[in-house]
């Protein structure tokens, strides 16, 4: 959106429509999450502005705008123009297709099932061919960047560095008793969580590797599972190697997700997402977990990993920093977004997976994506969540 190219009159038009979007996606999509919330009001109430809809209701307005796609498959009332970036169309085109959804007994009442099948179908291809176009731009920007040079097994050399300073480290600390360095502890650790927490599949090793919400996990210590639904957990069993990383609170988890509805081109429906998932924890990593709690005597009632001055919490800009610093030997611009893509790429060029083991692999990674060219994703699935199921 640019509301900066509104004239005065449009501007006051703009501010006064998003109450009304507001309290009509809280009642018809009441799954939404707030920056879904507020980023949806906004893009309605533009494109309520721009086609001078200000005073129609929004039944009215998705009925006006359904009729007048009908007879421009460009979608320009809705998407806008070429001078719109593809990532402007995409959100208007999913705000509007929200409207479209909800309104459909009332479109195929007033205008034909016809006509509302036939919408559907011209936003799903646009929204099709927009999100291809954005991510040949990304796979352009990542061919053109030298971060695309670096490979997993570099990682995995440099992690190798990391547990053999911390063997040391960990042995002078039983023999002198002196205090370590908890700068390095802590990016030990962080190395590990994102480059050495495993999990075996056919007898090979494949990674778990979660979001930063790394930043935000309490330690649990018992046999019991923390009760806690509303924060993030490391949960070691003292006697048992069956440690966990619980997850209540991240992007994936809650509120809903949209899915394609097979052959018919543009169909989604709307499924809800877990409120928790629950990933292994390698062994290895909790012996480095509870040697810092030993040392630092760290607290339950705090995020387990710390700042330098173990004072703070991380943020995620701070996060960002301090996990640059972390592997600047491989890269010092590296980011866990990229960790994720150079880990996928590794599994997405291993030719000896069926598509159930990469799907595996990508919920293990906390990856929401479907597999091309496959035509028995759904019971893939099922097959993944029944063994995941013995995973947890």
């Avoid at 979660?210 to 069993?237: A, C, F, M, V």
């Avoid at 030997?329 to 990229?338: A, M, T, V």
């Avoid at 159930?356 to 692999?361: A, E, F, P, S, V």
Wanted: charged share 30%.
């Amino acid at each position: 959106m640019k509301i900066k190219t509104l004239t005065q009159k449009e501007k006051i038009s703009f501010k006064n429509e998003m109450p009304k979007y507001e309290v009509f996606l809280k009642e018809k999509l009441p799954h939404l999450a707030t920056t879904s919330l507020s980023l949806y009001k906004r893009t309605l109430s533009y494109i309520s502005t721009i086609n001078k809809c200000n005073s129609k209701t929004v039944e009215e307005t998705c009925i006006f705008l359904t009729t007048k796609i009908l007879t421009d498959t460009s979608l320009n009332c809705v998407i806008g123009d070429s001078d719109v970036s593809d990532s402007n169309k995409n959100i208007r085109l999913s705000a509007f297709k929200n409207l479209v959804e909800i309104f459909r007994d009332e479109i195929k009442l007033k205008i034909s099932p016809v006509a509302f099948n036939t919408t559907i179908s011209m936003m799903g291809k646009a929204g099709g061919n927009i999100r291809k176009q954005i991510m040949e731009i990304r796979k352009n920007k990542d061919m053109l960047s030298p971060t695309t040079m670096q490979t997993w097994d570099e990682l995995t050399e440099l992690n190798k560095i990391y547990l053999k300073k911390f063997t040391y480290i960990k042995n002078q600390y039983i023999k002198t008793n002196e205090v370590p360095d908890y700068v390095f502890l802590r990016d030990c650790l962080i190395s590990n969580l994102y480059i050495n927490n495993s999990f075996k599949l056919k007898n090979n090793e494949f990674n778990v590797i979660l979001r930063n919400e790394y930043k935000s996990l309490y330690l649990h210590i018992g046999d019991n599972q923390p009760t806690s639904t509303s924060k993030n957990y490391i949960w070691i069993k003292l006697d048992s190697n069956d440690h966990k990383i619980i997850i209540n609170k991240n992007k994936t988890t809650g509120g809903v997700k949209r899915k394609n509805l097979g052959d018919f081109i543009g169909h989604t429906s709307v499924y809800p997402q877990k409120n928790q998932k629950i990933f292994p924890l390698n062994k290895e990593i909790a012996k480095i977990i509870l040697f810092i709690k030993q040392v630092f005597n760290e607290r339950s009632d705090k995020p387990f990993i710390k700042c330098n001055n173990r004072e703070l919490n991380y943020t995620s800009s701070t996060w960002s920093k301090m996990l640059q610093r972390v592997f600047k030997k491989i890269n010092p611009k590296l980011s866990s977004n990229l960790i994720r893509k150079i880990y996928q790429l590794k599994i997405d060029l291993t030719d000896d997976l069926s598509n159930q083991d990469k799907m595996l692999i990508y919920e293990m990674n906390d990856l929401q994506r479907e597999l091309k060219n496959s035509k028995d994703n759904k019971e893939d699935e099922e097959n993944v969540i029944m063994t995941l199921e013995n995973y947890q």
